[in-house]
């Protein structure tokens, strides 16, 4: 009987060829960077950083793809549960944003991005109520997002209640340092049917500020149909 020799010699150098060849092959198929470890959180900081350039381009189910993979590996990741409700979202797919949302708030209650997130997609759905409610929890959270004012205002006016509606209007007129003034009176101007003072404001509004600020003002009033050529 021989002994000492190992049994298969040609089958355990191809093993360890493979196993030593892992590292260029992860980094052939974009799972990491040329010369990082691959390792989880390198390949959960890939999939983050390629949800975030997939959204920059418009691609949202491929963004919700490299969401999902990433949450599979750092579930407690508020800020991308976040940004994943925010892609269904943009789908309409709204029980799936809410769960998530939920689910940020059942570990950390004082998250005034999820109890914003809960309001858009209340607002968007026309429930004022709802909208209002978590909007005025982000805002209690954080008393400086001035966004969660607005909308709020925007809850209020849709709601035709106008003590409310004049009392936060009352609130941006002390700072008018964000779009929330300009599009607050567009709104009322839209409401009552005046759509040349309406759109008086909002360009006023876009010459003011970046368009990437004044579209995410603009949207609100987009949903009601008042400015549906808005950026």
Not at 204 to 218: G, I, N, S
């Amino acid at each position: 009987m021989k002994t000492g020799a190992p049994r298969h010699p040609k089958r355990r150098g191809l093993r360890s060829r493979l196993f030593s060849a892992l590292p260029a092959l992860a980094a052939g198929l974009g799972l990491v960077t040329p010369g990082a470890a691959a390792e989880p959180a390198g390949i959960s900081a890939t999939l983050l950083t390629r949800a975030h350039d997939r959204l920059e381009r418009g691609e949202h189910a491929a963004a919700l793809g490299s969401l999902t993979a990433y949450l599979a590996t750092r579930p407690d990741d508020s800020d991308a549960r976040v940004l994943r409700a925010q892609v269904y979202a943009l789908q309409n797919r709204w029980e799936l944003a809410e769960e998530d949302l939920r689910q940020v708030l059942t570990s950390d209650p004082a998250n005034a991005r999820a109890e914003s997130g809960l309001g858009e997609i209340a607002y968007r759905q026309n429930r004022f109520a709802a909208a209002y409610d978590h909007y005025s929890g982000a805002r209690q959270i954080r008393p400086d997002d001035s966004f969660a004012g607005y909308m709020m205002f925007m809850c209020r006016l849709l709601q035709d209640q106008p003590e409310e509606t004049a009392l936060l209007l009352e609130r941006m007129e002390a700072g008018r340092k964000d779009p929330s003034w300009h599009f607050a009176h567009a709104a009322q101007a839209y409401r009552k049917g005046d759509t040349t003072r309406g759109d008086y404001l909002v360009a006023a509004a876009q010459r003011m500020w970046p368009a990437a600020e004044t579209a995410r003002y603009a949207r609100p009033l987009i949903d009601q149909g008042w400015r549906v050529d808005a950026p």
